[in-house]
């Protein structure tokens, strides 16, 4: 019983990743996302990232990624993920309501010309949404990662990437892997000369 579960567990986890290698529309998508968090980077702005749970730990991976390093050994790129400061989610928690934890963030350090990064794999995070109705009034570009799910942040991101899933753990995998992606093409482009 146990082995049939985990070869099926594997067996789907391979079916997505079929999916994604003949989707052209979201491949043009990454394509697009990575060059737009080039040149947030390359213009000396950041990169803000956030989520719930899982993906809270994806945002806090995200960053981690350009802050230390991905493949290259380079210089740190600057990426602040909103989900770790104890002290300031538990204050924006308590004085105005979780649903504005990342808001609140977005309106401190948000600049025109920063980049959000959203992940919800539900895509009806209401933190998220309000991050990102934030990100419109701040002039700050918005990227949602999530799962096929007709989720609302879709219509509220300037680019969005879907995971063609509806189910949680897969969805979780397509953006473990689109996060690697896309840090992998950021650090060929702005440190093409430096050594792994």
């Given at each position: ?73 380079r210089p740190g ?70 799962g096929d799910n ?43 000369n430096q050594h792994?």
């Amino acid at each position: 019983m146990m082995k049939k579960y985990i070869l099926n567990e594997i067996s789907e986890s391979i079916k997505i990743n079929q999916l994604l290698l003949s989707d052209t529309k979201l491949t043009d998508e990454i394509e697009s996302v990575s060059k737009a968090i080039i040149k947030a980077f390359k213009n000396g702005n950041k990169i803000l990232i956030a989520g719930n749970g899982g993906s809270a730990s994806d945002a806090q991976h995200f960053a981690g990624e350009f802050v230390g390093k991905f493949n290259l050994i380079r210089p740190g790129l600057p990426a602040i993920e909103l989900t770790s400061n104890t002290a300031v989610l538990t204050a924006i928690g308590n004085d105005s309501g979780y649903v504005h934890v990342f808001e609140r963030q977005i309106e401190a350090l948000g600049n025109k010309g920063d980049l959000f990064i959203a992940i919800s794999t539900s895509g009806n995070s209401e933190n998220i949404l309000c991050a990102l109705n934030a990100c419109k009034q701040k002039g700050v570009l918005s990227i949602g990662l999530t799962g096929d799910n007709q989720g609302k942040m879709q219509k509220l991101c300037d680019r969005c990437l879907i995971a063609p899933s509806t189910e949680t753990p897969r969805i979780q995998e397509v953006h473990s892997l689109l996060i690697h992606i896309i840090c992998g093409l950021v650090e060929k482009e702005i440190y093409a000369n430096q050594h792994s």
